[in-house]
Nanobody, 125 residues
Framework: QVTVADSGGGLVQAGGSLRLSCAAS????????MGWFRQAPGKEREFVSA????????EFADSVKGRFTMSRDNAKNTIYLQMNSLKPEDTARYYC??????????????????WGQGTQVTVSA
């Protein structure tokens, strides 16, 4: 069983930065594809970014390209989402997800079997 734990959210002013962390356990980390999604109140969960298995390929939603970056520390079984130039519309609960079944699940919510509890990001104007 894979366990995913996400953290690092908070309150920040527009233009500021935050770094989210996601630690996975229960399976060899390099065998997992990892992703970030977010959900604002009243909206559907949307894709933010993802690593393919072992982090060979990364993908980003158009809305965050150029502002968000990801990194992966295999020694710590952790991925990070660095969020810069934050905007009020980035306000949402951010979820980390893991997939052991798909090499590159990408933006497909249904391809991720394991989810963190989420961490709230609030960007004030």
């Amino acid at each position: 069983q894979v366990t995913v734990a996400d953290s690092g959210g908070g309150l920040v002013q527009a233009g500021g930065s935050l770094r989210l962390s996601c630690a996975a356990s229960g399976r060899t980390f390099s065998s997992l594809a990892m992703g970030w999604f977010r959900q604002a109140p009243g909206k559907e969960r949307e894709f933010v970014s993802a690593f393919s298995r072992a982090g060979r390929i990364d993908e980003f939603a158009d809305s965050v390209k150029g502002r968000f970056t990801m990194s992966r520390d295999n020694a710590k079984n952790t991925i990070y989402l660095q969020m810069n130039s934050l905007k009020p519309e980035d306000t949402a609960r951010y979820y980390c997800a893991a997939s052991s079944q798909f090499v590159q699940p990408g933006a497909q919510v249904g391809r991720y079997a394991y989810w963190g509890q989420g961490t709230q990001v609030t960007v004030s104007a």
